[in-house]
C-alpha cells in the first residue's frame, strides 16, 4: 500500500516543491512505495525557478510541477494520506484543513522548518547557493524517512521518529 506524503509551504513554490521532488526521487531510487506531494495553503500560482533549477541539478525530471492549494487534498478522491510534513514556519502556524488518512484515521503532522532560500542574500549565485543547500537538506531528511518501517509502525511511534529527525 503506498504510503502518501503531504508536504506544505505557504506559497507551494519552493520548499514543498523541493522536498517532493526529492521525496519521489529517493523512493523511486530506492524502490519504495512512497509517493509525495505538496501544496500550500495561499499557492503563487508558479513554482519559483531556483527550485526547479536545484531539481534538475540533481538528476531529477522538473516537468509538471505547479503551486497547487492545499483545499485538493481535503476532498473526497484525494490520496489517504499518511504524513503531513509542514516545512515553513508560517504554514505550520495555520490551521489545516482535515486531511483523509489511511486505515489509521487522520496522518501524523510534523513540522520540519527551514529558512525561505528566496530570500538569500547574494544575487543569482547566492539565491542558487540557497536553494541548492536547502534541496539537500531536505533530501537528508527524506533520507531519513525512508530509512523508517513505514509499513509497520503504529501512530505514535511514527510521530516520535519523525519528530526525531525534525532534531537531526
Known sequence: MTT???ILCTHNSARSVLAE??????ARQLGQDVRAHSAGSAPSGRINPW?????????I???GYRSKSWDEFSVDGAPALSIVI??????????CPVFFGGSQGQPVRVHWG????????GGDEGKRRAFELTR???????LQLLSLPLGSMSRAELQQALVRISKS
Do not use: F, I, K, W
Open 4 to 6: 502518501h506524503v503531504l
Open 21 to 26: 521532488g526529492m521525496l519521489n526521487h529517493l
Open 51 to 59: 527550485a526547479l533549477e536545484a531539481l534538475a541539478h540533481a538528476g
Open 61 to 63: 525530471a522538473v516537468e
Open 86 to 95: 509542514t516545512v515553513c514556519d508560517s504554514a505550520a502556524a495555520e490551521p
Open 114 to 121: 527551514y529558512p525561505d532560500p528566496s530570500n538569500a542574500e
Open 136 to 142: 539537500q537538506a531536505l533530501g537528508y531528511r527524506m
